[in-house]
């Protein structure tokens, strides 16, 4: 994802004197939304909680399974998100100062975890892993297991987690003023005492805030943990998120409710985290001057330089490519003639459908909302615009398991809204259903990817400013002149981009649909099929179920593909 600095302070934006208009009517559409879809789903799960008593609650989370879990899942996630930090750092350092051929695909496939299915990715790094796997094998023969362990967790958890940390601190690096640099090195500083006394303390709100937000979604993490964990209580690899979605098997919610009001409670002190870096970073960048242009790479020199672009490169290669080479391979493994088929079974094609389904509504709402948040967060100046800016990221933080439970509690039987739904039926004489049915697969894969289309636009409109708008709006043009002619040809590009890779985590969502969906044939996506498939654990299904993953593999090739293409527009007509 884009950073959340920027280069520009909007111009002049007053709440009650602005002269843009559209304040009432963007902040009603986007409290609206934001209300519907994130707000009240989760509010459900709070309720339910409530209706056990506070010694109930904490002999529900007292268990020990359930802390097992818990602790497994938060030292993974603060493990991870460290190792997150050092090999994000080097990445971000090698593709920023640095100049070699390749750079340009390494800087697109650090954002492949961003489009590729956790399921995927699961099902994928567990067979890697394996005793028997292209990676595992050679690892067990050193007496290291990966797969069903804690340290396999580690791993998925590294995939998932890394461009967190990149995309926050590259940014920081390329508009890091070298004049700094340049004047300790002429005082006789030595490369290790600049890095540490001049660019580290630049960038460590970057890394606060990147770490944290590995660390919330590696604490909520499912689809990418649960195959290699191999989710045993005996051995204590079960992660809190397989706790809640087995006590949804269960029809336990109330203890699903209580431990996902645990999990929401550790989620928000996560966001309020990252958030308070953000405005310390954004407060800190306003009070001093940033460099006019990018920091221009060159030809790494010396064994230190080219040291670092060879870690980069490998581990690029062993962390986020080398599972795309083994999912192709695997999925040909019994020739094109079973792969084909594999693709066309009834189940399959279903699967297509609801997962097309799901994605175009999802896609649709999102960049509705994606735009009418990020003109009503960027062009106003208003109280609690910190808070709502940070409710919009409550997704990123929030377990997809959790997401699912909320829908739950909200239409399900016990659900609140479970009668205004049954009195509708009546009304109009139809048998709508939102969970476990098609609504419920929308809805959820509406939450998950909620955030991604505005977070791409927000960036963009703060460092534009306001003056051409405000200059439009006194010139007597209307709202939607002024975005179409003025606000739109500088969007344009980040909102297509904004919108294939909420397409892409669409088509991939796993934990929330999971929680609503349970009808193969009828309501199940691509990656709920996987699943099924992987899990028949005949060799047939199992490789029928990497020839349905490369589908979505090759989907994300060609979303990181389009990204490169939108973002080098992008700069070209920044410039």
């Not at 098997?249 to 550790?266: F, G, V, W």
């Not at 459908?353 to 509705?368: D, I, K």
């Amino acid at each position: 994802m884009r950073s959340m600095r920027t280069d520009k302070k909007p111009a002049r934006i007053r709440n009650n004197h602005s002269v843009i208009p559209g304040f009432s009517l963007t902040m009603g559409i986007m409290i609206t939304m934001l209300s519907v879809f994130i707000l009240i789903p989760l509010a459900s799960v709070l309720a339910y909680s409530l209706h056990l008593s506070p010694k109930e609650y904490f002999a529900v989370i007292s268990d020990s399974h359930v802390l097992n879990a818990l602790v497994v899942s938060i030292v993974c996630a603060f493990l991870a998100a460290l190792l997150n930090c050092v090999f994000g750092l080097i990445l971000a350092w090698v593709l920023v100062r640095f100049e070699f051929p390749g750079k340009r695909i390494l800087d697109g496939l650090i954002e492949l975890p961003f489009a590729l299915p956790t399921a995927v990715a699961g099902i994928t790094l567990s067979k890697m892993y394996s005793t028997t796997g292209e990676l595992g094998g050679p690892l067990a023969a050193l007496g290291i297991r990966v797969s069903y362990t804690h340290l396999g967790i580690l791993v998925a958890l590294v995939f998932i987690g890394i461009p967190f940390v990149v995309r926050t601190v590259q940014p920081v690096l390329e508009k890091l003023d070298p004049a700094y640099e340049e004047a300790a090195y002429v005082l006789g500083a030595r490369p290790a005492g600049v890095f540490r006394r001049v660019i580290m303390p630049e960038i460590m709100p970057a890394m606060l805030t990147g770490f944290g937000l590995a660390l919330a979604r590696g604490i909520g993490e499912y689809g990418s943990v649960i195959y290699i964990s191999g989710n045993s209580a005996k051995n204590k690899t079960q992660v809190v998120s397989y706790v809640i979605m087995q006590k949804l098997n269960y029809i336990d919610y109330e203890s699903a409710t209580a431990i996902a009001l645990l999990m929401l409670i550790i989620s928000f002190l996560l966001l309020l985290f990252v958030n308070g870096v953000a405005v310390f970073q954004s407060r800190r960048v306003g009070s001093t001057e940033l460099a006019q242009s990018q920091v221009r790479g060159r030809a790494p020199s010396g064994a230190g330089e080219l040291a670092l672009v060879v870690i980069a490169v490998l581990f690029v290669f062993f962390m986020l490519v080398f599972p795309l080479i083994s999912v192709i391979r695997n999925s040909l493994s019994k020739g094109l003639e079973f792969y084909l088929s594999a693709l066309s079974t009834e189940y399959v094609i279903s699967a297509f459908g609801v997962t097309l389904l799901a994605t175009v509504f999802a896609l649709l709402v999102n960049t509705f909302f994606g735009l009418v948040a990020a003109w009503a967060l960027t062009r106003f100046a208003f109280r609690g615009k910190q808070a709502l800016g940070a409710l919009i990221d409550i997704p990123f933080s929030v377990s997809p398991v959790i997401a699912g439970l909320a829908y739950i509690m909200t239409f399900g039987r016990l659900g609140w809204a479970a009668p205004i739904v049954d009195g509708i039926n009546e009304a109009l004489g139809t048998d709508i259903q939102i969970v476990f049915a098609l609504p419920g697969v929308v809805l959820a894969t509406i939450f998950v990817t909620f955030p991604f289309v505005s977070r791409e636009l927000i960036p963009v409109l703060n460092s534009i400013g306001t003056a051409e708008e405000e200059a439009a709006a006194m010139m007597g043009a209307s709202g939607m002149t002024i975005f179409r002619r003025v606000t739109f040809p500088h969007i344009k590009w980040p909102l297509i981009y904004g919108m294939i890779l909420c397409a892409a985590r669409a088509l991939g969502e796993f934990g929330a649909v999971n929680a609503l969906s349970k009808t193969r044939g009828e309501t199940f996506t691509l990656p709920l099929e996987i699943d099924a498939l992987y899990l028949a654990g005949s060799s047939d299904s199992i490789i029928a179920a990497f020839a349905v993953s490369s589908v979505l593999v090759i989907i994300a090739v060609v979303v990181l593909i389009l990204r490169n293409i939108f973002e080098y527009r992008e700069k070209k007509h920044v410039s």
